[in-house]
C-alpha cells in the first residue's frame, strides 16, 4: 500500500485514506476561516502595535520616564494616558521621525520658565533640549528612543502648565483661604491644543494670572536678575545711625549700591569728602525708605539699613514667591473689585478692564506681633452698615473689656458699651470701635472692613494693629467706590448717613463687588517702580522654605483652613 507523509501530523497515512483525510482537513480549515470572519473582532486576536506605539503605552503604563530628573510621573500618569489614548498612543510631537515645529517653541517657553518665577530645571529643559538636537542626526531614532522623548515632553508640559496656572504649592498648603478646586481648569484639554498650535508659546502665555500686577513684576524680575548676576554689586557695609551732614567711612558703598539700584541719579557727583552723608545721598536715601515703605526720613537706622543690606538675590526671591501666591487668586470677574495688599497696609480699588487704580486708601491691618494676622483670601462684599453696633467677640471681652472695667467702674458707660443678649456691644457714634461705617463680605474667619476713630495710626509706615480686621483711612471714599451708581448714594448722601443717619443701618450693593486680602513683598506701581516690604506675617519665609524641598512629594498636604482671627 502506497503511503505519504501527513506533515500536519508527522506520520505516514495511507494512500488512499490520504485524499479522503486531506479534503476533510481542507473541509475544516474552510469552515475555520468562515467562523473566523463570522465572528470577527470577538474571536481575532487584535493586530500587533506600531513598535513606537507599544513603546509609548509602555511608558505610560509605567508611571516612569528616565530621561526625567523627576522620573515618577504617577501624579500626572492618568492625565498623560488621556492625551495618548486620544491619538492611538501615536507621538504628540514627532512626525516622520522629527519633531514638529511647535516642539521649538515649547522648549523656548520651558527654558524661560525663570522669567515667570518658575525652575527650568523642574520641566528638565536643557535635557529636553538635549534629546531633541539628536533627532537631528542622519541615523533615525529608535522607536524606543522616539517614545522616551515624546512621552518626556509631554509630562514636562503637564509639569508646566498646572504650575504655571496654579502654581507649584496649594494655597492651603501655608494656611491661605484660597480654594483652587473651585477654578475650574483642565490641563488634558488644554495640552491636547498644543500639538496643532498655530502659536504655543502665545498659548502657554494665556495660563499667566490674569492681575494686572503680573506683567510688571515679570518686568521688575529680569531686572533684578541682571543686578544679581553682577560679580562686582556693591554691598553695604554695617554703618551706625547716620543723619543728615555726619560722615563714615561705610558711605561710599552705599552711595554706590544707590546708584546700582536707581535710587541715586548716575549723574549725581560724589563730594570731594566720600565720606560725607551728603545732601544728593539723603534724598536717593528718602526714595529707598519710600519703596520699602518705610518712614522716609534720611536718617539710617536699623530698619533702614536691614532693607539696604539685603542683596539683589534676595529681591529676586520677593518677587518669585509674590508671582507663585498671584497664581493662587481667582481672576476678578466682578465690574468692580478691592485689592488690600497686607504686608503694604494699602487698599486699591479698581474698575474691570483698568489696570490703573480708581481708589487708594491707607489700611491697618491684623497685629503680626499679638498674632492676630488677617487672612488671605477671596470674597464678595455684599452690604454696608451705617453707625454700625461694635458686638465686641467673646475673646476681646474677656482679654480687654472686663478686665478694663474692673479697674474702672465708668468704663463702661463712657466708651458705650452695654449687654445684649449676653453679649456685649458698643452703641453707635463717633467713638464706636467700627466707626461710622462697616463693610460685610462674608467669609470663614468673620473679618470685614470698617471706619476708625482712631486716625492718627494711618502716619504710621508700619500699621499691624487690628485684631484683624481692616481699617480703611477714608471710610466715605470706599463707600462711593462701592455704591457708584447706586441711587441717592453720592459722597454727600454717605456723608450725611455716617453722621447722622439711622444707626445699624444696612445697605445692598446692587453689585457686588470682589474682596482681594493679598499678600505680596514687592509691588510695581503704575509708573514702573518696584517697591518692597517687609514679610510682617512671615509668609515668604514659609513659601520659601516649601518651595526649596522640591516638587512633588515633598509639599504639605492641603489642611482645612480655620479661623485664626478675632475679628473686631
Known amino acids: 500500500m502506497v503511503r505519504r507523509r501527513d506533515s500536519a501530523a508527522g506520520r505516514l497515512v495511507p494512500a488512499g485514506r490520504g485524499l479522503a483525510s486531506g479534503g476533510l482537513v481542507c473541509c475544516l480549515v474552510f469552515v475555520g476561516l468562515l467562523c473566523l470572519a463570522a465572528h470577527g473582532a470577538e474571536g481575532a486576536a487584535p493586530p500587533a502595535e506600531e513598535p513606537i506605539a507599544a513603546a509609548i503605552r509602555s511608558i505610560v503604563e509605567a508611571g516612569r520616564q528616565p530621561l526625567l530628573h523627576r522620573p515618577d510621573f504617577s501624579d500626572r500618569q492618568d492625565s498623560t494616558r488621556q492625551l495618548y489614548e486620544a491619538v492611538n498612543f501615536h507621538p504628540l510631537w514627532l512626525q516622520s521621525d522629527t519633531p514638529t515645529s511647535q516642539v521649538a517653541e515649547i522648549l523656548r517657553t520651558l527654558s524661560e520658565a525663570d522669567q515667570r518665577g518658575l525652575s527650568p530645571e523642574d520641566y528638565d529643559a536643557t535635557r529636553l533640549r538635549e534629546e531633541a538636537a539628536r533627532f537631528d542626526s542622519a541615523t533615525p531614532p529608535t522607536a524606543r528612543d522616539a517614545a522616551a522623548f515624546d512621552t518626556a515632553l509631554t509630562v514636562c508640559v503637564l509639569r508646566y502648565v498646572s504650575d504655571a496656572h496654579l502654581g507649584r504649592v496649594p494655597p492651603r498648603a501655608v494656611g491661605f483661604a484660597l480654594d483652587l478646586e473651585a477654578r475650574p481648569f483642565d490641563p488634558v484639554s488644554f495640552v491636547s491644543q498644543l500639538p496643532a498650535a498655530a502659536a504655543p508659546a502665545q498659548l502657554l502665555a494665556t495660563l499667566d494670572p490674569q492681575f494686572a500686577l503680573f506683567g510688571p513684576l515679570m518686568t521688575a524680575l529680569a531686572h533684578w536678575r541682571t543686578l544679581a548676576a553682577r560679580a ?81 538675590a534676595g529681591r529676586v526671591r520677593q518677587i518669585e514667591l509674590a508671582l507663585e501666591r498671584l497664581r493662587w487668586v481667582p481672576p476678578p470677574d466682578d465690574e468692580a473689585f478691592l485689592v488690600v495688599n497686607l504686608p503694604e497696609f494699602r487698599l486699591r480699588g479698581y474698575l474691570r478692564g483698568n489696570p490703573s487704580p480708581a481708589l487708594e486708601l491707607r489700611a491697618v491691618v491684623g497685629s503680626a506681633s499679638l498674632d492676630h494676622e488677617t487672612p488671605v483670601l477671596h470674597a464678595r462684599m455684599q452690604y454696608l452698615v451705617f453707625r454700625p453696633y461694635w458686638d465686641v467677640p467673646p475673646a476681646i471681652a474677656q ?58 495710626l494711618f502716619a504710621k509706615s508700619r500699621r499691624d494693629f487690628s485684631h484683624g480686621c481692616i481699617r480703611v483711612s477714608n471710610a466715605a471714599a470706599l463707600a462711593e467706590f462701592v455704591l457708584r451708581g447706586q441711587g441717592k448714594w453720592d459722597l454727600e448722601g454717605i456723608d450725611t448717613s455716617m453722621k447722622s443717619g439711622r444707626n445699624n443701618h444696612r445697605v445692598y450693593l446692587e453689585r457686588p463687588v470682589g474682596v482681594y486680602l493679598l499678600y505680596s513683598t514687592a509691588v510695581v506701581d503704575e509708573d514702573g517702580t518696584t517697591h518692597f516690604f517687609e514679610d510682617i506675617y512671615g509668609y515668604d519665609a514659609r513659601l520659601d522654605t516649601i518651595l526649596a524641598k522640591g516638587p512633588p512629594s515633598s509639599y504639605p498636604t492641603p489642611a482645612p483652613v480655620t479661623a485664626a482671627v478675632e475679628a473686631e
Request: hydrophobic share 35%.
Open 232 to 312: 562686582d554689586f556693591p554691598q553695604v557695609p554695617n554703618l551706625p545711625k547716620l543723619h543728615p551732614g555726619e560722615s563714615h567711612a561705610g558711605v561710599a558703598p552705599l552711595r554706590e549700591f544707590l546708584r546700582a539700584i536707581g535710587d541715586l541719579p548716575s549723574a549725581a557727583r560724589a563730594p570731594k569728602n566720600t565720606r560725607v552723608y551728603d545732601p544728593d545721598l539723603v534724598k536717593a536715601v528718602k526714595r529707598f525708605q519710600e519703596r520699602q515703605g518705610l518712614g522716609a526720613d534720611g536718617v539710617i537706622g536699623e530698619a533702614t539699613l536691614r532693607q539696604l543690606q539685603i542683596p539683589p
Open 399 to 456: 482679654k480687654e473689656i472686663l478686665p478694663d472695667s474692673k479697674r474702672d467702674p465708668a468704663y463702661f458707660s463712657r466708651h458705650h458699651f452695654e449687654f445684649h443678649n449676653g453679649r456685649i456691644r458698643q452703641r453707635p457714634g463717633d467713638d464706636n470701635s467700627l466707626g461710622l461705617l462697616k463693610f460685610v463680605f462674608p467669609n470663614p474667619f468673620h473679618v470685614y472692613m470698617h471706619d476708625t476713630p482712631s486716625k492718627r
